[in-house]
């Protein structure tokens, strides 16, 4: 079974600054990382996602970094902005043959402070 | 082009009722997914379903719990004689295939007294 670990549980970062937030897997025949984001009383949403192919991927101020060898992947924020504060879940899939069920790490409750 | 829908948003039942959650899936999608997350924890998968079939329910407690996407309708999670235990908040999730990215729903947040 996938086990997916976050951290940190919560994050403060000043508006502008650079929020990073760290996920380590520990199965690896799988092809898909996704991160969601979710706002109080709201169902998560995709934020960005990364297949292992590559080492890097970024969609305006949010880049993912994937690190096969360390089995880890991070979430980076550039600029963040307030409205940016939201709870941030990575997943990756269960396992083989097992892609459609998302293990979601704990969570990470970013605020950024104006 | 409407996204995923849940309904009711806040459900409250008192001990040994019956709870029931639907969900449609976006235009175009006929897998669904249902998670629960309990409070301060990442969501768990529970249960994978195409029309008229189970999948996967490995998520699904054993019993009181039942889940069914009708050829007709949305699908339906059912949780029979509830407990305070099954207070949390239940999300669907569809895709168009099994390996696409899952949309999630708002969630049905369900209370137990």
């Known amino acids: 079974q996938q086990q997916v670990k976050q951290s940190p549980q919560s994050l403060i970062v000043q508006k502008g600054g650079i929020s990073i937030i760290n996920c380590a897997y520990e199965n690896t025949a799988f092809d898909y990382f996704p991160w969601y984001q979710q706002f109080p009383g709201k169902g998560p949403a995709l934020l960005i996602a990364?297949?292992?192919?590559?080492s890097e991927k970024k969609e305006g101020r949010f880049t993912i970094s994937f690190n096969k060898s360390a089995k880890q992947f991070s979430l980076h924020i550039m600029d963040s902005q307030p409205g940016d504060s939201a709870t941030y879940f990575c997943?990756?899939?269960?396992?083989?043959?097992?892609?459609?069920?998302?293990?979601f790490g704990k969570g990470t409750l970013l605020t950024v402070n104006p | 082009n409407a996204g995923v829908m849940q309904n009711p948003r806040h459900l409250v039942r008192r001990r040994g009722q019956e709870a029931r959650l639907r969900c449609s899936p976006m235009k175009g999608h006929s897998h669904v997914y249902w998670y629960r997350q309990l409070p301060e924890e990442g969501l768990k998968f529970m249960v994978y379903l195409q029309k008229e079939n189970i999948i996967d329910e490995s998520g699904m407690p054993k019993e009181r719990f039942s889940a069914e996407f009708p050829k007709e309708g949305p699908s339906i999670l059912r949780i029979q004689q509830v407990v305070r235990g099954d207070s949390a908040a239940y999300f669907c999730?569809?895709?168009?295939?099994?390996?696409?990215?899952?949309?999630f729903g708002p969630g049905t947040r369900l209370t137990v007294l």
């Open positions: 990364i297949r292992p192919d590559v």
């Open positions: 997943a990756a899939p269960a396992g083989p043959g097992s892609n459609y069920k998302l293990t």
């Open positions: 999730a569809s895709s168009a295939t099994r390996t696409d990215t899952q949309y």
